[in-house]
């Protein structure tokens, strides 16, 4: 008998095929989740993707400004896309809901912290967090970035990192009110770039911006001179995401 036969296997005592079974029907609820997302959104372009703390109470600057900026963008010509839930997101989807086009809501099934406000023209619900952000990218002409915590950052160094490696096309990734989000590009600067870990190239895929007018002006001007509409090779990115 080799060494490695010798070596017992580890198996877990709660497995079965019962369990097998549900993980492959589990795949079918995921695609399920894809394909009724990709159908109910195929329609909204061009489309801003906003991010931002659920626990910021409606009384916040933070809170008008998202509300402000999702409703210039909304009179713009933009569907807003955002979470769906409280905070930030309620802002967003309420400005774009007051507003001329689509206010979308991309809401994610959770054991706390998370309701279903009520500014939400489209309203998609997830159980599985990568099949939600999928459609935040998937569908954003731009992305504009208030103050949060892990969920915010995540979705931004999700977009950064799509950016980044090519898997996804150059889109504005804006950071909303300077002075929450000066010490990270700076860190970025100071520590990723210095430690060349990433390229200083790579911290100019970042906008810092406060004012809304000067939000949907950087969205317009990016897109100024290859328009709207999705490229093959663009939907090709996009395709494989």
Do not use: C
């Not at 580890?10 to 997302?37: C, H, N, Y």
């Not at 002075?179 to 860190?187: A, E, I, N, Q």
């Not at 509409?229 to 995401?241: S, Y």
């Amino acid at each position: 008998m080799s060494e490695k036969e010798k070596i017992p296997r580890l198996v877990d005592p709660g497995a079965s095929k019962f369990t097998a079974s549900q993980e492959a029907w589990r795949v079918f609820g995921i695609m399920s989740e894809f394909v009724e997302a990709a159908q109910r959104l195929a329609e909204i372009r061009p489309a801003v993707s906003i991010f931002g703390s659920a626990r910021t109470p409606p009384d916040s600057p933070y809170y008008l400004l998202a509300e402000t900026i999702a409703r210039q963008l909304s009179d713009a010509g933009f569907s807003v896309i955002s979470g769906g839930g409280p905070g930030i997101m309620e802002a967003a989807n309420k400005g774009a809901y007051q507003g001329r086009s689509p206010s979308v809501g991309l809401n994610i099934q959770l054991p706390h912290e998370q309701r279903t406000n009520s500014f939400q023209d489209i309203s998609q619900t997830f159980r599985h967090f990568f099949a939600r952000k999928y459609m935040f990218v998937r569908f954003a002409s731009a992305y504009v970035v208030m103050p949060g915590g892990f969920g915010t950052l995540d979705e931004l160094l999700e977009a950064l990192t799509l950016v980044q490696t090519g898997k996804s096309q150059k889109i504005p990734i804006i950071l909303v009110h300077e002075p929450f989000w000066r010490g990270l590009v700076d860190w970025f600067k100071s520590t990723l770039v210095a430690e060349k870990v990433i390229a200083p190239e790579d911290v100019g895929l970042i906008q810092l911006i406060d004012k809304p007018e000067e939000v949907v002006d950087a969205i317009f001007r990016h897109y100024e001179q290859k328009g709207f509409a999705t490229l093959p090779a663009e939907r090709e990115k996009l395709l494989n995401l």
